[in-house]
DNA sequence: ATGGCTTAGGTGCTAAGA
């Protein structure tokens, strides 16, 4: 089974993206992030033609998440229980054995930013979700764009990123509470990546990708049993050097 | 090299991203 997420910045300017790669890359799973379109103008037919089913939260402008699936979902939650928020960062649902929760975790802004402390409240009801999720499944797999880089080793140039946002110690801190539900980095499983497959995202900015200035931000925290089954985990970089991409690339896991 | 892009909404600019 593979499973894969990706943070679009826009399906209605990716759908064709998404499409080929789907192609190339027939994931039983994929999480979008970004989707940045209400629900009524998701491309619903387009995926259907293309094998996939599709269970969605979206709005305008901002934020929005998806499934695409193989197989339908099942007991899909498009919400963080107790945590009142317009902004639409979660879908869960379950394929077979496996329960896939889908997430666009908040971007912060700033240290001193309002957002900041949204960021890190929003990350404290993720993770009673998520504790809730592990007693009721046992193969989870938690996936998304967190905006937290796990370590200084994750970004291009720690120097200028570490104690910053994405960086800072209370964001690592709310990673490392989902870790300790017992989830794990499945990125970890495997060896340290050279070059531009050690990241999952370049700024649009400032030449951002022929510099290599990336970060890995974008991952996927599976429960043990599921991350026991773990035999890859790799980001499709080759998407970032496409005409007109996204600035994240998808991250795919593969697990038997 | 915190931006020098890119997106949506709306039609000239702002907000937001990470």
Same mark, same amino acid.
């Given at each position: 089974?593979?499973? $894969?997420?990706?943070?679009?910045? *826009?399906?209605?300017?990716?759908?064709?993206?998404?499409?080929?790669?789907?192609?190339?890359?027939?994931? =039983?799973?994929?999480?979008?992030?970004?989707?940045?379109?209400?629900?009524?103008?998701?491309?619903?037919?387009?995926?259907?033609?293309?094998? @996939?089913? *599709?269970?969605?939260?979206?709005?305008?402008? %901002?934020?929005?998440?998806?499934?695409? /699936?193989?197989?339908?979902?099942? !007991?899909?939650?498009?919400?963080?229980?107790?945590?009142?928020?317009?902004?639409?960062?979660?879908?869960?649902? /379950?394929?077979?054995?496996?329960?896939? +929760?889908?997430? %666009?975790? &908040?971007?912060?802004?700033?240290?001193?930013?309002?957002? @900041?402390?949204?960021?890190?409240?929003?990350?404290?009801?993720?993770?009673?979700?998520?504790?809730?999720?592990?007693?009721?499944?046992?193969?989870?797999?938690?996936?998304?764009?967190?905006? +937290?880089?796990?370590?200084p080793?994750?970004?291009?140039?720690p120097d200028?990123w570490e104690g910053?946002?994405?960086c800072?110690? &209370?964001?690592? $801190?709310?990673?490392?509470?989902?870790? =300790?539900?017992?989830?794990?980095?499945?990125?970890?499983?495997? $060896?340290?990546?050279?070059?531009?497959?050690?990241?999952?995202?370049?700024? @649009?900015?400032?030449?951002?990708?022929?510099?290599?200035?990336?970060?890995? +931000? =974008?991952?996927?925290?599976? *429960?043990?049993?599921?991350?026991?089954?773990? *035999?890859?985990?790799?980001?499709?970089?080759?998407?970032?050097?496409?005409?007109?991409?996204? !600035?994240?690339?998808?991250?795919?896991?593969?697990?038997?």
């Amino acid at each position: 089974m593979q499973i $894969a997420s990706w943070n679009l910045n *826009s399906l209605n300017v990716r759908l064709d993206h998404v499409l080929a790669w789907l192609e190339k890359n027939p994931v =039983d799973v994929l999480a979008l992030q970004e989707t940045k379109l209400t629900d009524d103008r998701f491309p619903v037919a387009a995926l259907a033609e293309a094998g @996939y089913h *599709s269970v969605f939260s979206g709005q305008k402008t %901002y934020n929005g998440v998806a499934l695409l /699936s193989r197989a339908p979902a099942r !007991d899909v939650v498009t919400a963080l229980p107790a945590f009142e928020d317009e902004q639409k960062r979660l879908i869960a649902g /379950s394929f077979g054995k496996t329960r896939v +929760i889908g997430v %666009y975790c &908040p971007n912060g802004a700033a240290l001193d930013s309002p957002k @900041y402390a949204y960021k890190l409240a929003w990350f404290e009801a993720l993770a009673e979700f998520v504790r809730a999720e592990l007693t009721r499944h046992e193969r989870v797999l938690l996936t998304g764009d967190f905006n +937290i880089v796990p370590r200084p080793e994750d970004t291009h140039d720690p120097d200028k990123w570490e104690g910053g946002i994405l960086c800072s110690p &209370p964001e690592r $801190a709310a990673l490392q509470t989902l870790l =300790d539900c017992g989830l794990t980095d499945c990125w970890r499983l495997f $060896a340290e990546r050279e070059g531009r497959h050690r990241y999952t995202w370049w700024d @649009y900015r400032g030449g951002g990708w022929p510099r290599n200035a990336g970060l890995r +931000i =974008d991952h996927l925290l599976a *429960s043990p049993a599921l991350a026991a089954s773990c *035999s890859a985990c790799e980001a499709h970089v080759g998407e970032r050097g496409r005409k007109r991409p996204s !600035d994240h690339v998808p991250v795919v896991g593969t697990f038997t």
